[in-house]
DNA sequence: GATCCCCCTTACGAAAAGGTAAGTACCGCA
DNA sequence: TGCGGTACTTACCTTTTCGTAAGGGGGATC
């Protein structure tokens, strides 16, 4: 489960924040968005190598219904669909700084290696 | 899953901060030892109802590990023990705080109901 | 003597989250 | 004709997480 009520009811507004961040590939979805403005589908599957097409469509629809994600579709062939964040997604991601600067002060302090060439720090 | 790494690698400062905080009960378990300051296994039990305690006792174990929060053992009996917040469970506190606040907004925001009479807002 | 309290531990099972692989429908390129 | 690219969907399976229920060992209380 980890956390499984999406909707609460909640117990406070860290429960609340975390039923929308929680999800393997979310806060990193969140900082793709938020460096690169806009990304294709294709272009967020290429900037975080190891997540699967099922497991980013699933991770974007939920934040599109969380209002954290905005999807435009352009009908075109082949098909166009540009992500990016809306209001509420920028907000999200200002509140989620320190939390990321805390979590890069640990890594420092636990000697945690990062993953990719790419640190954000969000 | 939600999140299984536990001890990185980690893509940033937020997976490396999320990795520490996700789990059903350890929000409420920081807000606890936050107000509360110190509180005994059976305190914290009553004040979440709805945790068992197997889960109480694995989260405060991991907890624990990752230098959040400390355990006093008193040899006496009946048991005694006390948890309270080391320096890092307090700064990851104050780091959560904006975060909580969001999640406070998002709540008012979607008219989402709270659970419990005590509502904290981290 | 029976029950309750303390702070757990263990075994078992259900549910949720995530991974893998294949299929869809259409197009451009060689 | 075949492959790659666009953005998915679906079915199936494994892993992780959480919950339930029981036990344990000693002491105090009824």
């Known amino acids: 489960m980890a956390r499984a009520p999406r909707y609460g009811p909640y117990t406070c507004g860290i429960d609340a924040a975390l039923d929308v961040v929680s999800g ?55 098909p166009r669909v540009e992500y990016s964040l809306t209001e509420h997604g920028r907000t999200l991601n200002q509140a989620l700084g320190p939390l990321g600067a805390w979590g890069g002060e640990r890594m420092r302090r636990e000697g945690l290696e990062a993953a990719t060439a790419e640190i954000p720090q969000g």
């Open 24 to 78: 393997k590939w979310k806060g990193f979805i969140l900082w793709e968005l938020e460096v690169h403005g806009v990304r294709r589908f294709a272009e967020l599957r290429r900037g975080m190598p190891g997540v699967s097409e099922k497991m980013l469509t699933q991770h974007l629809r939920e934040m599109e219904e969380d209002g954290l994600v905005h999807r435009e579709v352009y009908a075109e062939v082949p």
